[in-house]
């Protein structure tokens, strides 16, 4: 039984890393006010990004910065089009969503089935010996050990600093911000910006630790799901983290099905995430208590006169 | 009319000779395209002292306070703060200069605590303690005797409570101007006297209050000295105690004579338009009343007592147990299966511009809200039709700007107000479901509406849920009194001593 969980459960915690990422990307993105559908896009071409900048440089390290700057840069495409131009946020999230995915197929042609140098894992000293524990937490790559320390930044950022209560003001209420002496514009670019950050480096983490080859669709609809995390976790870091491990394990779980030459066939399987996503939807407003969305979230900050 | 319970300690405070003023506003003008909001206004605001800003809607106060809070910048003259002129580009400047505004609409972020709310923008440090958030704000809030706990979240909190903690910011702030914009439009009696006490003890520790109100009697109350603004000019300051009456001071802030009381001239009253049955649930107990054609029923009591819940059972957006709702004769159920676009039910609800109308859409559609058949052509609706008769509407009910297509939230809250009722009534409805019709408004849009409400008598019997009581008595035939979901009394106007039994009900004392 063993031999099965516990490679069942390192995978999952493998392919929920990039899911904490960007659903965190996405977390604080809404914290803001602001919802970025955009995260598919993002994270696809920010992957390429991350690929190419390892493929030519040799960095790892490099792509990984860079694929965080190019989703600060595509979400700040977003940001201008919402907060500056005051277009709607679901059609241009949407727009980057499709751009951004085209476009990575596009530019990603010439490196099919190339290698570069990306995370390897290795036993995280001490910690691996813990038994079983060990085996599924700590014998990954840098990224992943990264990604158990995000979260708690995440959290003692919206709790001890002012910059995240400025943040959450802004979501639930731009007008009171802006009576406080706050600058909500620029709050929300932080928000949007830095949300980009992360779903960036959701991206990379596909590019260079879970494969460390290129193919085409790698975010394979993972943005999508960090989209509905984002309410399947109350738009709250921990519970963020939880909704990410239960959808890698199912991607984990399907792809073991399938090496195990089970006799469903693979396209039901793959739909398996996507299921899931729909019931935590349905099961989230069935039972959930009040769904507490940031009370801004989707409109724009109207100018005033 | 006893619903101002407020008293000033002190009848008239002179103002010491030589006194400097902390806020000056020297010859401001502020234009939006063509629109002239304020014209060359020059007002002086002294320490210690409450000043009350009247006027009509439209009329210039919020962008004068806007200005003063740093919202807008003035297009010509100056603001000046202890003799020195000053330039506010955004409203922290303003709070940097002492000044502080409490808004209509709250500016509180209902998810986070008093504390947070309190301290939002002056942490002072990037790494916040929680803790120390709370214990700061308590030591305020004791300082100046507010009783509010500093950890308790905004969405739990009651209107005054709210209040309390829009006042402990601009304390936090050290405001010495704190500007209160219709403060009392959302409070019961009780928390108005708080907040008015509140203010007096602010004011005997320095402190500048602005005041701005349509209501006359609280103005009368409260002000040490009261501006009138009017067509975004300054009409003249008074001296309270120079007021003889409130028609007089009414008549200068609209510039003619309004009389806050109406003519009931009496209607013929017939079959019954609503009755209501033994209706228990949806937070109601055991209603019992009918209104019938002619007549005005007010339903009134302290916010939040059940009246929501009772218009919304009568008005179809939920549903009452079975056999306890009959509007014309027919059971809920029926009657909703079976309503029409005309001479039917209609309902003019508080929320005007978020229940009543589309904020984006222009006059017609808005119109064709609630009567599109009438302007139906088989399956096409006649649009030329819609606008020659919206155009009369407007006409009809002096709704400015007098455009059809003016979006619903480019009108003012006294003609928003009025285009929904020339909507309503275009119906010709038999039964009308009035909720706080007249609620911030001016004095003489009200009027027009009371007007209007009356002259509907002729077709339709009404339902009207107050919270003014001065309204209640002048429209209604009868007043219900709702506490904690009962009617505990059906009062009837024509009774001399009824004004006098609505206060004890509506505090829940029934005998």
């Not at chain 1, 949300?195 to 669709?217: C, D, E, M, V």
């Not at chain 2, 809607?57 to 809070?69: D, H, I, Y």
């Not at chain 2, 003799?83 to 000044?99: C, E, L, Q, Y």
């Amino acid at each position: 039984m063993w031999e099965f969980l516990i490679p069942l459960f390192a995978a999952t915690v493998q392919s929920g890393t990039p899911l904490i990422y960007a659903t965190l990307g996405e977390i604080m993105t809404e914290r803001g006010g602001v919802l970025n559908l955009g995260v598919e896009g993002i994270m696809s071409i920010s992957a390429l990004v991350a690929f190419w900048i390892s493929f030519t440089t040799g960095s790892p390290w490099l792509g990984f910065l860079g694929a965080g700057l190019a989703g600060m840069v595509f979400a700040s495409l977003h940001a201008f089009v919402c907060i500056s131009c005051l277009g709607n946020q679901v059609v241009s999230g949407l727009a980057l969503t499709i751009f951004g995915v085209g476009l990575t197929h596009y530019l990603g042609v010439p490196y099919v089935g190339l290698h570069a140098p990306g995370f390897t894992p290795f036993d995280f000293p001490l910690l691996s010996q813990i038994p079983v524990l060990g085996d599924v937490f700590f014998k990954h790559d840098m990224l992943v050990y990264l990604s158990f320390v995000v979260p708690f930044l995440f959290w003692f950022f919206f709790k001890r600093t002012s910059l995240g209560l400025h943040v959450v003001a802004t979501g639930e209420m731009p007008a009171a911000a802006a009576a406080a002496g706050l600058r909500p514009i620029a709050l929300r670019y932080f928000a949007v910006v830095s949300g980009g950050f992360l779903i960036g480096l959701g991206g990379a983490y596909l590019s260079l630790a879970y494969t460390h080859l290129w193919t085409n669709g790698l975010s394979g609809g993972r943005g999508w799901i960090a989209v509905a995390l984002v309410i399947f976790a109350f738009w709250r870091p921990g519970r963020a983290v939880a909704g990410a491990y239960l959808f890698g394990g199912v991607m984990a779980f399907q792809l073991r099905l399938q090496a195990m030459g089970t006799h469903l066939p693979s396209s039901l399987l793959l739909m398996l995430p996507y299921i899931l996503t729909i019931l935590v939807l349905i099961l989230s407003a069935c039972f959930g208590r009040r769904i507490e969305a940031p009370a801004a979230l989707g409109t724009n900050i109207e100018p005033e006169g | 009319m006893s619903e101002l319970m407020f008293v000033r300690p002190v009848s008239v405070r002179s103002l010491p000779e030589g006194t400097q003023p902390v806020v000056s506003l020297k010859g401001v003008t502020k234009r939006f395209g063509k629109v002239l909001a304020n014209e060359s206004i020059t007002m002086d605001v002294y320490p210690g002292r409450i000043k009350a800003l009247l006027g009509e809607n439209g009329a210039g106060k919020s962008t004068m306070m806007s200005m003063l809070a740093g919202r807008y910048c003035p297009d010509e003259g100056h603001i000046e703060v202890d003799g020195k002129p000053v330039r506010f580009t955004s409203s922290k400047d303003a709070i940097a200069a002492g000044i502080g505004m409490v808004y209509q609409h709250f500016m509180l972020v209902d998810c986070m605590t008093v504390a947070e709310n309190v301290l939002l923008g002056q942490e002072g440090t990037f790494f916040i303690n929680p803790r120390e958030m709370k214990k700061r704000v308590g030591e305020l809030a004791e300082a100046y005797g507010l009783d509010i706990d500093p950890a308790a979240r905004i969405s739990d909190l009651s209107m005054g409570e709210r209040q309390l903690v829009e006042i402990l910011k601009l304390l936090y702030r050290e405001s010495r101007i704190l500007i209160f914009d219709e403060p009392t439009a959302v409070l019961t009696p009780e928390e108005t006297n708080k907040l008015f006490e509140a203010l007096w003890r602010m004011t005997e520790q320095g402190k500048s209050i602005i005041f701005i109100s349509h209501k006359l009697e609280e103005v009368i109350a409260l002000a040490d000295e009261i501006a009138i603004l009017r067509r975004g000019r300054l009409e003249g300051e008074l001296d309270p105690s120079a007021i003889t009456s409130k028609s007089e001071l009414a008549s200068r802030m609209v510039g003619k004579e309004v009389i806050l009381e109406v003519n009931r001239k009496t209607v013929e009253i017939s079959e019954p338009v609503l009755e209501i049955r033994h209706l228990t649930g949806l937070g109601l107990t055991d209603i019992n009343f009918r209104v019938r054609k002619g007549e005005i029923v007010a339903v009134v009591g302290v916010a939040g007592n059940g009246q929501k819940a009772l218009v919304e059972a009568v008005t179809g957006l939920c549903k009452p147990p079975a056999n306890t709702v009959f509007i014309m004769q027919q059971p809920w159920r029926k009657f909703f299966a079976e309503s029409t676009w005309n001479r039917s039910m209609c309902y003019i609800p508080e929320d005007r511009l978020g229940l009543a109308t589309l904020r984006n859409q222009n006059m017609v559609d808005n119109l064709l809200l609630t009567t599109r058949k009438g302007f139906s052509n088989g399956p096409w609706l006649n649009k030329k039709r819609a606008e020659k008769d919206t155009l009369k509407l407007i006409k009809k009910f002096d709704i400015r700007p007098g455009k059809i297509h003016a979006l619903a939230w480019q009108l003012s809250g006294g003609n928003l107000q009025k285009a929904v009722l020339a909507r309503e009534l275009y119906r010709e409805p038999r039964f009308i479901v009035a909720e706080q019709p007249t609620q911030g408004l001016d004095v003489s849009a009200t009027e027009e509406v009371w007007n209007r409400l009356l002259d509907a008598r002729d077709i339709s019997g009404i339902l009207l849920v107050t919270g003014d009581l001065n309204e209640a008595l002048q429209l209604a035939d009868y007043i219900a009194v709702m506490y904690r979901g009962r009617i505990l009394g059906m009062l009837p106007t024509s009774e001399e001593a009824t004004s006098g039994k609505i206060g004890p009900l509506m505090a829940g004392v029934t005998d």
